[in-house]
């Protein structure tokens, strides 16, 4: 597999139905799993098979229906939690047990009340285990962003020396800059002797509004998977956005770093999985939110209206949007007003448009948007004034 390929890791269907109120049943499950399948992503983490009966059947059935995704089961380092994901995965072509432990200070005091030689034991002895069932490992070590490096790369060493074929390096809480997250990766890809024997991993939460920059930072030093959701949906303030890293990868191409995923689908998908949870995308959100693709101060109209690379860098086709829009408000020029009206069928010339553009601005004054019905209204009376 070539070095520039970043593998793409969904899990909208676990980490993402962790948001309240976002529970799927096995159904709808199953239907996104396909649509996951269909955009190209390598894995689908497909839920926590010992959490819930519902769980396990989620992750059992998706395991029989997909055929060339990787099929992904959460498990904590602990026996019966590996032994059940091995159990829902068995149908899968390609099983993925994930399994790990905390690795910060904080959380190996308050949450295992362990010390950190014991994590290290437990880790490995989860890895050793899961192996017995599948040849694919993933191991997390939770809140590897607050975590202590030497610490860190002792765990990460270990568990792939006890068959770890990726290891899952998670900012848990959304906590690191750019560049830590960055130097975190770096350090490991230079310090782990074995490191070269697995795929590194970013997990990163949007606590501080970061998860997709920390996901990149991570590919620029060697990571080579990303663990995000679709329209970054997610504990708390969400997970990396697939949407937002798969088309950084794709517009930067100096990165020199590729996904499979058909970027004609993402519109859709969003779409989809906004409707199947129950959650509605915020309208500036990148790539799939409504106004994405919407110009409507007159200085960018003017300019993409002349040439729309000047302010749009991604064509929305591309993305499966809808095409551009412009639309009308009082921060609207005439050029962007004798556009709309041509696409209404009406060829206005600069005079006129000089005329209806000061009856134009009362109404946009009047109305945050002015819609088409408006300027329908508005040629009609103006072409029967100076017919009359
Ligand atoms: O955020 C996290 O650390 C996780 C792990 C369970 C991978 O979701
Ligand atoms: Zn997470």
Do not use: W
Request: some cysteine; proline content about 3%; glycine content about 6%.
């Amino acid at each position: 597999m070539a070095d520039n390929r970043v593998f793409i890791f969904d899990t909208t269907l676990r980490d993402g139905e962790q948001v309240p109120g976002c529970k799927l049943n096995t159904t709808e499950k199953i239907d996104l799993a396909l649509k996951l399948e269909e955009l190209g992503v390598d894995i689908i983490e497909a839920g926590f098979p010992i959490s819930s009966p519902g769980d396990f059947e989620s992750v059992n059935k998706i395991a029989s229906i997909v055929k060339d995704v990787t099929v992904c089961g959460l498990t904590r380092a602990v026996q019966k939690d590996i032994e059940v994901a091995a159990e829902a995965l068995k149908p899968a072509r390609r099983p993925r047990i994930h399994t790990g432990i905390g690795s910060s200070d904080i959380h190996i005091k308050h949450k295992f009340n362990a010390t950190r030689e014991e994590i290290i034991e437990r880790g490995t002895a989860a890895v050793k285990l899961a192996r017995n069932f599948v040849d694919d490992v993933e191991f997390f070590a939770e809140d590897a962003g607050r975590a202590d490096i030497e610490f860190l790369a002792r765990l990460v060493e270990a568990v792939i020396a006890a068959g770890a074929t990726v290891v899952n390096i998670p900012d848990t809480t959304g906590y690191c800059l750019p560049h830590q997250y960055g130097e975190k990766i770096a350090y490991l890809k230079n310090n782990v002797p074995n490191i070269d024997k697995a795929i590194i991993s970013c997990h990163c939460h949007n606590d501080l509004g970061l998860a997709t920059a920390n996901s990149i930072a991570g590919v620029i030093e060697g990571a080579r998977q990303i663990e995000c959701t679709i329209n970054g949906l997610g504990e708390r303030a969400g997970n990396t956005s697939l949407e937002e890293v798969v088309m950084i990868l794709k517009q930067h191409k100096d990165l020199n770093l590729h996904t499979n995923i058909n970027t004609q689908l993402l519109n859709p998908i969003s779409r989809l999985v906004s409707e199947t949870m129950r959650m509605p995308v915020q309208p500036n959100k990148a790539i799939v939110g409504a106004n994405a693709f919407s110009h409507s101060s007159g200085i960018h109209q003017d300019g993409f209206l002349k040439e729309a690379i000047t302010y749009e860098i991604i064509n929305p086709e591309e993305v499966g949007a809808e095409s551009s829009k412009i639309v009308l408000t009082a921060r609207s020029g005439r050029h962007a007003l004798a556009y709309r009206f041509q696409k209404l069928g009406f060829q206005f010339n600069r005079n006129d448009i000089d005329v209806l553009y000061k009856e134009f601005l009362k109404i946009a004054d009047s109305k945050k948007e002015v819609m088409e019905e408006d300027l329908q209204q508005l040629a009609n009376k103006y072409q029967t004034a100076t017919v009359a």
